[in-house]
């Protein structure tokens, strides 16, 4: 038996032990039966202390195997006597066999989605490409082949890794098809491990320098640089420009949190390498430069590391050898051409994301090995059906010119409207789009779970704000099956929550809302909020933040503004942005303001406030108002202002504003008894007082004050302790002349009634020794006129 065996067969009667109890009951006599012949069942008995040789053959049992370090036996035996036995206080367990099988190789997700998988079809496998790996050195591992090393750092003579990111970046090229582990993309490479980073993942230029000579020495094919500095270094530049005048690639990371590329990958003769995710979004770490030539897969990447385990790591470092395994395999595939050349093709065969061409965040595109098929599918014009072979893309014609605006996906089916020369024909939004049949072989389309036979697209549309996947539901998981590149404008069929409904290539398919932007149609009157967003006013031509709009709720429209929706608000018009809304029917919106109008009142919040909609029968709130804008009610109405919101009725709190008077505000309400002042010989004197709760007209506005009518003349009543009213409650109104001949004298301070409620209500105050004129003696009483309304003072308090 071999160790592995023997480790196998311990692990599992170990694992058995865990499990089964002992047995304590006596042996039982062997029916007849039982020696009859019978089939034979593989197991081990495993004995308490020793092996029971008695009980073995008096049941005629044969040993086909034992065990050094255990009382154990493997057996061959009928099933009854299993049942007899296994009473037998001896033996502590009876395990029964089970198969085993050595964990299956994983692949890691960029090798598909850099189409490596198809060159390994083609029989590629980067057999006699030599590629130098410059890091922390390579640990001895079972899942890599290295070909020989050498180390640099002064204190060291051993390549061994002593960090781990050598390991796995060296993993990632040469990781073997072993079954076991992962698959690096040219297992079959030459790898030889340069050591010029130490346990701390940090080295110098000088060794640097020695490393890339003794790769054109040794005439290196490919160099792979996954690390970074920030001088250029003119010799490092010079010996680089060397290496690739003399036929060899050089391979560098652009660096990880930094605003610009780093060194090396900054010079012309290297391969600049960013990252990118498993859904083709460029990394969070990965640099926004013109200086990116290309990304690779670069987040989450599984691959070889220390004590012979494996690691799961992102960052650039780890894109790059996917860069240079791709071009491992496209050499051994093109002998003949060379760096140059090969620099070329990996160019032209790159899949392009973002904005078409190349940008800052991927450089030309996503790097991609090339499949070598025999020969391609030939497609008959009757064919209705396409397979994609590799992820390529959707291209439409605009302005006679064939643009990329998305994409199909590797092993996905398709049908097609028509054949077009060497392309398909297919259904993309209202129109049609072109895929080449390059990257296509027939099909039936039977796998297609989600064909569009019934839904049409409706009147909406939207623009991803990057490049889109869109998803197949209907295995009971999302399944992507197409993309939508930024900026291309795309109808959908319906709105499902936070999921749209489209139509890609003739198949049902769903995008994320929160993705795209909504394109609105000049037509549309309604929007809905995707995420709360502010609400502008134009102020000394800048746009000023004056309140909010919330999410999921529906506003009319005024007009469309450019990027803009103009709503009502105030008296005026506000701004909301389009880029956060989508348009709507509006018919959720329950209040709609079609009648009533703004009061010449206006309010100022005091803080930032919710306005709420009461239609539901509790408080919704819809919109909020900010701290200091002046903004108009409609009325009040207690502890709660009405108010328009963008055309909808909405409510305030009263005591989260501060009432706002302006000229042509015509009442006025107390919040506290205050005193009524008049001019006399130039100064402020008290003559009266005003109530609580009471309401007032006024002449006119005053700068702090309120001017009002007091006896023939004018008092003042300071705006304090006052806020704007309506003079809804005033029913004790004087309509008749304006000034009266005859005065009395109140010898106390006192109250002036208002009886129209039916009882006799104080709504202010005459002081004493003031003189006041009186409109009418009706017996105890006397009528006057105070601040423009009517009222009452008993006789017997004046002279």
Known sequence: MTMLKKLVAISILIFCLMINGE??????????????????????????????????????????????????VTVMVPKPIIDVIKVNESIQNIIYEQPIKVLSQVEDWGISKTRVNKTWEAGYTGQGIDVAVLDTGVSTHSDLNIKGGVSFL????????????????????????????????????NVYSLKILDSQGYGTTFDLAAAIEWSIQNKMDIINLSFGYLNEDPVIKELLDTAYNNGILVVAAAGNNVEEVMYPARHASVISVGAVDEMNLKADFSPTSNEIELVAPGVGIISTYLNNEYSIISGT????????????????????LGAVELRSLLQKTVLDLGVPGKDQEFGLGLAQSLDFPDQHSVFNPSDKYFKAIARTAIYVKINDKLVRSGAVDDNQEYPRIRDYGDWHEIKFGNGVGYVKKEYTRQTSGENIKNLNTTFKNSSLKIIPNKNIAVYDNTSGRLVQFGSLYKGVEYPIISDIGAWLRVDLSGRIGFIKESDVKYVFPSTAKYFEVLTRTAIYEKKDNQLVRVGAVDAGQEYPIIRHYGNWLEIKFGNGIGYVNKLYTKPSSGSRIKNLNTTIKNSKVFVSPLVNIAVYDNTSGSLVQYASLYKGVKYPIINDIGSWLRVDVAGRIGFIREKDVQQVFTSDVLFFEVNTRTAVYQKINGSLIRVGAVDAGQEYPRIRDYGSWHEVKFGNGVGYVKKEYTKPSFGTNINNLNTGPSTYTKLVNPVVNIAVYDNTSGSLVQFGSLYTGFPYPIIQDIGSWLRIDLFGRVGYINEKFVK
């Open 23 to 72: 047995t304590k009951f006596a042996n039982e006599v062997i029916d007849e039966a039982l020696t009859k012949e019978q089939e034979l069942i593989p197991i081990t008995i495993l004995f308490k202390d020793q092996i029971n040789e008695q009980l073995l053959t008096s049941y005629s049992i044969k040993v086909e195997r034992s065990y050094d370090f255990l009382p154990a």
């Open 154 to 189: 002064e204190n060291s003579t051993s390549y061994h890794d002593d960090n781990g990111h050598g390991t796995h970046v060296t993993g990632i090229i040469n990781a073997q098809n072993n079954t076991i582990g992962t698959r690096g993309v040219a297992p079959n490479a």
């Open 317 to 336: 470092s780890m894109a790059t050898p996917y860069v240079t395994g791709i071009l491992a395999l496209l050499k051994e595939a093109n002998p003949t």
